[in-house]
């Protein structure tokens, strides 16, 4: 198939790119950087894999025949989408609508990456697809939420309207290697800081729950999505829950750091409980994660071990 990927140079997006082109199709790439950099996808530049820097809040055309469109461009961690809060909410408008609408003319199925911050800081736990979440729309953190739930609707307005295929994948918590240093979420905020020596910031008192994807059954999981015929919305994610103290300690083990706990205030809205329920996925899919925390985490120490001795020393 010919697939274009919005967000390609970011953390999910060459992972995705990669998998998409070893499974032999072909790619077309669009990213602006602003939340990551050309470094990510310079060696993937071939035949199969087109790329343009482009900023898709604003009108998107691909010549030629499209089969799918997967939809994975947007600041995603708190520290990119409160830097850049109107960017955001225009990836989750401005640019879901240019993209559905080359969708409705290529006549080709679309896959939108949302994400598990719909449900706000929830009142159900675990979160299925059914719960419509506990959002604060006015809150720091509304501009992502709101973003990514407005694309739902209007994915979904399009689907009705227009009858283009639409998917909708909510993401719960990915990590793994090429995550940027300064990501500003736990594992690489961890990672970075006890491979320095430096203090594990835990924001609150660490008993915060979170559930971690591995980002290869994460891209597993929508490979197998794009390629059903099941509309969503889906929780992609891993359903073994873990408090944040639980991973700071891990990761400390895994690095063998001295390193202690700097306690920091939880940020507004921060949600207290994070756990996809995946009986949809596993149904519809037959998919589940396969790789547990300690070897995934393995992996990506590994990955940023190797970052942190190619970076230049500061004088």
């Known amino acids: 198939m010919h697939i274009l990927v919005s967000g390609a140079a970011g953390f999910i997006g060459n992972h995705f790119c990669r998998r998409l082109l070893a499974d032999g199709h072909q790619v077309t790439g669009l990213d602006n950087f602003i939340t990551s950099s050309a470094s990510n996808i310079e060696d993937l530049l071939d035949k199969k894999f087109t790329f ?106 399009y689907q009705r309207e227009h009858q283009v295929h639409v998917k909708i994948a909510r993401i719960f918590n990915t990590y793994g290697p090429k995550m940027r240093l300064e990501d500003g979420r736990a594992i690489p ?80 809205d921060d949600p207290k409980l994070r756990r996809p329920d995946i009986a949809l996925a596993k149904k519809t899919l037959l998919w589940e994660p396969k790789i547990p925390l300690e070897e995934g985490l393995q992996k990506t120490i590994a990955w940023f071990s190797q970052s942190l001795e190619k970076m230049p020393v500061r004088s």
């Open 52 to 157: 343009n820097q482009y900023d898709i809040t604003n009108y998107v055309h691909v010549s030629g025949p499209l089969d799918a469109i997967v939809h994975l461009a947007s600041p995603a961690s708190p520290i990119d989408y409160l830097k850049h809060p109107i960017h955001t909410l225009k990836v989750g408008a401005l640019g879901t609508l240019h993209l559905l609408g080359l969708a409705k003319e290529k006549k080709a199925r679309f896959l939108l990456a949302s994400t598990s911050e719909v449900y706000g800081d929830p009142l159900v736990h675990p979160q299925p697809e059914t719960y419509w979440g506990n959002v604060n729309p006015v809150g720091i953190r509304g501009v992502y939420d709101e973003a990514k739930r407005f694309a739902e609707a209007l994915a979904m307005a």
């Open 189 to 268: 905020n961890f990672i970075g800081q006890a491979l320095q020596g430096n203090p594990l910031t835990v924001y609150g008192d660490g008993k915060q729950t979170r559930s971690f994807c591995y980002v290869d059954d994460l891209v597993e999981g929508l490979i197998r999505f794009l390629k059903s015929d099941f509309q969503g919305p889906m929780n992609i994610g891993n359903p073994n829950e873990f408090t944040v103290l639980e991973l700071a300690e891990l990761v400390k083990k895994l690095t063998s750091t001295e390193s202690k706990l700097d306690f920091r205030p939880l940020p507004q």
